[in-house]
């Protein structure tokens, strides 16, 4: 027993041995004042700024639908509901740079271009918003749809039996007991927006303090053979990384 105990640890060290030393090849890499060089072009700051901007408003975006999907998905039984929850991963299993193709193609319709006269998404700001937002909503969703599972249904019931509506329920009661789940689902489709990249460049282009988030900045500096930028912004969203995780944990929620 002992034995076997011991083989998965030493499989366990081993694995994180691996990425620990991925990240101090990486951290290594550059010495820091190329690394304050980095931060201080212009382009970074923008690139930085709009990576902030986005990823905020894409994870807002994705809570408002996870939270009445992940709802739905917990407390009601219907016909075709395993149907329903495999379309809801589609975006999670899709290759990024089929997402962004579908995104657009789908433009390039009569709907789409009928959308488009109200609000330019193709290539602009909104788009890069849109693009984070189709995949960071999966996994939103897949953290709100485990929060409400996990939580007892009996005191809904209870409020319902008191003459409150299912609205009223779900408003008062479940809500409220959801909120830890609330914020690491926004943890977490903020974490992915930010590490979105195969979407935006395909359907938002990576034009330079323009539609430049962090990574396409890291494309775009590798894509010139600067690879000490390249190095130093990966390390920026490292980081952030690290910090969303830190975060999502202190929630009590896995992920």
Same mark, same amino acid.
């Given at each position: 027993?002992?034995?076997?105990? #011991? /083989? ?13 030393? #991925? ?19 212009? +382009? ?16 807002? %975006? ?41 995104? =657009? ?10 959308? +488009? ?7 602009? %700001?909104?788009?890069?918003? =849109? ?26 019931? @209870? ?13 008062? @009661? *479940? ?58 912004? /990966? #390390? ?8 969303? #995780?830190? *975060? ?8």
């Amino acid at each position: 027993m002992r034995t076997f105990w #011991l /083989s998965l640890a030493l499989i366990t060290a081993a694995y994180l041995l691996f990425w620990l030393l #991925l990240l101090w090849a990486t951290a290594a890499y550059s010495p820091p004042e190329v690394w304050l060089n980095t931060v201080m072009k212009p +382009e970074i700051r923008y690139a930085a700024a709009l990576s902030l901007l986005t990823c905020t408003a894409a994870a807002a %975006i994705a809570l408002l639908f996870a939270v009445p999907i992940g709802y739905f998905m917990a407390r009601c039984q219907f016909r075709g509901k395993t149907l329903l929850d495999a379309a809801l991963d589609i975006p999670i299993v899709l290759p990024p740079m089929v997402i962004g193709i579908c995104l =657009l193609i789908f433009f390039q319709t009569s709907i789409g271009r009928s959308i +488009e006269q109200v609000i330019s998404f193709t290539y602009t %700001i909104a788009g890069v918003v =849109l693009a984070q937002f189709v995949v960071a909503a999966a996994f939103a969703i897949r953290t709100m749809r485990g929060t409400f599972d996990h939580l007892s249904a009996r005191p809904e019931e @209870v409020a319902l039996t008191l003459g409150a509506t299912r609205f009223q329920s779900f408003w008062h @009661v *479940a809500l409220p007991t959801a909120r830890r789940g609330m914020l690491a689902a926004f943890c977490i489709a903020w974490a992915r927006s930010l590490g979105e990249f195969g979407p935006i460049l395909v359907f938002a282009g990576a034009t330079r303090m323009r539609t430049e988030v962090l990574p396409t900045t890291v494309w775009l500096e590798l894509s010139v053979g600067n690879l000490d930028s390249a190095v130093t912004v /990966s #390390l920026a969203m490292i980081l952030i990384a690290v910090i969303v #995780l830190v *975060a999502v944990r202190a929630t009590g929620e896995k992920v």
